[in-house]
């Protein structure tokens, strides 16, 4: 058996992807997948060092991992007409915006690069957990909060405002879905096809039987119901994550070379899948 660490956010929509790996259901040519559970910030840390085989990153962070890291077909996070959201006490423009301290989610995150193409790179921000974001927002120590992950359909339960749809914004401007976080597997590895098409598979096979996988996955949901899970995995797990195909490199590259030419990235990247 070859033993490959896999890592991951502790998340139902990557829980969800992963379903058929944990219950053995799929054929894995002699791998063995050893899960890791981490925030996406950590896991974009840990890929600077090329800790994991296999690791799920904020496509933001790839421009800084090309060299150890090759981007995989399957396991991208992309938003259609919705994304990370900016969230606040109340209502403001964006200009009241860029003059206020915001909470985000780690520096490499995709969110905050995307916040930075919208509002110019001289922010005034507070690093946080991404599930503190709102604590941090609500006791004053920041004026709005850049949110991912769950709370884009949880915040109204904290007495917070959307401000802002990242997600909107980009397929207003470029028609194409928001690239947040993609998997990406070693550079050094063999087999690298072989191992991009067992992973593909263990998603096809949640797809196929999205009930029983949705259960699986609530332990990773933090409280959620099964209904408001169902409806974020289905946000984050969609044909797009089977393969990101044309149109995901495409918005892809296009993300990271406006933020190349904004100055918010140091180095240009082509987009190549595994």
């Known amino acids: 058996m070859k033993k490959l660490t896999l890592a991951h956010s502790p998340d139902s929509d990557d829980a969800f992807m992963f379903y058929a790996l944990n219950i053995k259901a799929i054929e894995t040519h002699g791998y063995e ?16 060092n090329g800790v994991y085989d296999i690791t799920a990153i904020s496509l933001a ?38 003059k206020s301290k ?9 969110a905050f690069l995307e916040l930075q193409l919208l509002l110019g790179k001289d922010l005034d921000t507070l ?16 004026q709005a909060g850049l949110i991912i992950h769950e709370g884009q359909l949880t915040f109204k339960e904290s007495g917070l405002e959307n401000i802002f749809d990242l997600g909107k914004w980009w397929f207003e401007k470029t028609k194409l879905p928001l690239p ?28 196929e039987h999205r009930s029983e996988a949705v259960k699986y996955a609530l332990q990773f949901a933090r409280g959620m119901q099964e209904s408001l899970a169902d409806q974020f995995i289905g946000m984050y797990v969609n044909k797009l994550t089977v393969d990101m195909g044309e149109n995901g490199i495409k918005a892809s590259q ?8 904004a100055g918010l990235i ?3 990247v082509k987009i190549t899948l595994v």
């Not at 909470?103 to 995709?110: N, Q, W």
């Open 266 to 268: 140091k180095k240009k």
């Open 61 to 98: 962070a790839y421009p800084l991992i090309e060299d150890k890291y090759d981007i995989l077909k399957s396991g991208a996070s992309m938003g259609f007409k919705y994304g990370p959201i900016i969230v606040a006490k109340k209502q403001m423009s964006l200009d009241e915006l860029k």
């Open 254 to 261: 296009l993300l990271l070379d406006e933020s190349y030419y």
């Open 180 to 207: 947040l976080g993609v998997n990406a597997i070693k550079k050094s590895l063999e087999e690298k096809s072989l191992i991009s098409d067992i992973l593909q598979k263990s998603i096809l096979y949640s797809l």
């Open 102 to 110: 915001i909470a985000i989610p780690g520096v490499y995150t995709s």
């Open 33 to 48: 997948f050893d899960q890791v559970l981490s925030d996406i910030q950590t896991l974009n840390e840990k890929a600077l």
């Open 127 to 142: 690093v946080v957990p991404f599930n503190k974001v709102f604590d941090h927002v609500i006791n004053g120590d920041a």
